[in-house]
């Protein structure tokens, strides 16, 4: 019998439930327009859509008095924006999102040159950078070698990033700057480093672990490529509908994990289908361990 864990993290974290019931609970009293993906996850979209919330990613294709900035974040130069346009700015940034804002600010103030781990062109990064056109973002060994020389390096992280990988940048820029002071603030954000130990501490026990969450969800991809440090079969599905049946033959224990947008209801979904398949895919046959 095909055995399901859970990970002991996983699924929504507080800062996407409270924007979500933000998004809810305005909707049902005014139109709202939200400026961009509230979160990156398509049934909670679709969801909100169904109760007459609105997206757009152009300020100008707005045409509701609400306006409602998203849990990645933004500058303070797109809340200015919005709100000498006249219109009703509704913040539903996490507040861990708020803490990088902070980090950031408080290392250049104090004169350090800023920069950013994480995608550049992701809506958080693009927030944390809008108030610092100098900025420089990083995520690999080429965008370290494009760094212009400079006397101090602040460093902090997209709230999804795993830590190791921060970690093993902010060395790279250390190391190619050897005269230069680098100080790191640490800014990934304490769910998503839970859900990541938890997930490799998933991955090490399981035959196949399956991810669940938005196909454009950063924390989700970090998931599965953590994930697949420790396990080879590793499938990333965003509804249950996603799921094949071959993916578990001869699979003992499968292992189920999910990013930090994912509605619950979701994961109880896939779990039902997955106990659906392990009623019919049969068990590895595993040659006893002699210890």
Known sequence: MMT????????????????IQL?????LQQPVTVLGDLVHNPTVLDDLRSIGTRFERALESVSTATVM?????????????????????????????HVAHKALATLVAQGYHPVVIGQRNHTEVQGLI??????????????????????????????????????????????????????FRNTVCQPTQQRQSAAERLAQ??????????????????????????????????T???????????????GITAGTSTPDSTIQAVEAALRRIADSVPAAQRIPSPH
């Open 4 to 19: 399901l864990l859970r990970a002991e993290h996983l699924g929504m974290c507080f800062g996407v439930r409270d924007a």
């Open 23 to 27: 998004a809810r609970t305005e909707s």
């Open 69 to 97: 900035i998203t849990a990645h974040g933004a500058s303070d130069r797109r809340r200015d924006e919005v709100r000498s346009r006249g219109y009703r700015l509704l913040d539903a940034t996490c507040p861990l999102v």
């Open 130 to 183: 809008g108030d610092f056109p100098e900025a420089d973002v990083i995520l690999s060994a080429e965008d370290i070698q494009a760094l212009q020389p400079r006397t101090k390096f602040g460093i902090i992280s997209q709230t999804t990033q795993p830590v190791v990988r921060c970690r093993e940048l902010v060395a790279a820029v250390q190391a190619r700057f050897p005269e230069s002071e680098v100080k």
């Open 205 to 238: 026990r399981c035959d196949v672990v399956v991810v669940i969450g938005g196909a454009h969800s950063n924390n989700t991809r970090e998931l599965v490529q953590t994930c697949l440090r420790s396990c080879d079969r590793v499938h990333h599905v965003t």
């Open 240 to 254: 249950a509908g996603d799921l094949r049946p071959e993916w578990f033959e001869e699979a003992d224990t499968v």
